[in-house]
């Protein structure tokens, strides 16, 4: 079964870092794109970046550009994002969600994990 | 950006009435590249309906999905108990990709 499990949230103040992580098991993990999206606590979701299988192609949604990183580690199946100078506004859960194929413009998500909640706050 | 506004924002149906959710884009949306999600309270999205119409694996036929341009439909043809949840339209035609706010289904 496929499954991908996010880890490294939790409380850290405004201007701080944090580094997510996404395991992934149960399918190639290499051949496919793989993104993070958020949910802020009660609100809709969000996309904010996206990798492609083996190429490096990295894309951010304006909201995080300059600021999160995300980056995978094919030898180890696994998936992070690097967030840099964290704000209110950032804290939210975020999920791991991977594409349906190696193709980075099929940008919609087939398996998506439980999540891992982020809370910026003094 | 592509602004997506799903209607209504609540939707109140008993069992085995027949549910339509919609979702309007702000520009058309390229190839139809439109999906679904459903979720739950305090669980992850399931991807229901890729490419405007296509049912994920594992998803039952009562869910069906139609339209095009700028003007999309999620059906869900007789309401079970476990449906009454959270439901999401998202496009991909158009980077950033984006989601509606939701349509909540609640029982009646």
């Known amino acids: 079964d496929v499954q991908v499990l996010e880890s490294g949230g939790g409380l850290v103040q405004p201007g701080g870092s944090l580094r997510l992580s996404c395991a992934a098991s149960?399918?190639?993990?290499?051949?496919?794109?793989m993104n993070w999206v958020r949910q802020a606590p009660g609100k809709g979701l969000e996309w904010i970046s996206v990798?492609?299988?083996?190429?490096?192609?990295?894309h951010y949604a304006d909201s995080v550009k300059g600021r999160f990183t995300i980056s995978r580690d094919n030898s180890k199946n696994t998936l992070y994002l690097q967030m840099n100078s964290l704000r209110g506004e950032d804290s939210a859960i975020y999920y791991c969600?991977?594409?349906?194929?190696?193709?980075?413009?099929?940008?919609?998500?087939?398996?998506w994990g439980q999540g891992t909640l982020v809370t910026v706050s003094s | 950006e592509i602004v997506l506004t799903q209607s209504p924002g609540t939707l109140s149906l008993s069992p085995g009435e027949r549910a339509t959710l919609s979702c309007r884009a702000s520009q058309s949306v390229r190839s139809s590249f439109l999906a679904w999600y459903q979720q739950n309270s305090g669980q992850a999205p399931r991807l229901l309906i890729y490419?405007?119409?296509s049912r994920a694996t594992g998803i039952p036929d009562r869910f069906s999905g139609s339209g095009s341009g700028t003007d999309f439909t999620l059906t869900i043809s007789s309401l079970e108990p476990e449906d009454f949840v959270v439901y999401y339209c998202?496009?991909?035609?158009?980077?950033?990709?984006?989601f509606g706010q939701g349509t909540k289904v609640e029982i009646k």
């Open positions: 490419g405007a119409f």
């Open positions: 990798i492609s299988d083996t190429d490096g192609y990295t």
């Open positions: 998202q496009q991909y035609g158009s980077s950033p990709w984006t």
């Open positions: 969600a991977k594409g349906p194929s190696w193709n980075y413009v099929f940008g919609y998500f087939d398996y």
């Open positions: 149960g399918f190639t993990f290499s051949n496919y794109a």
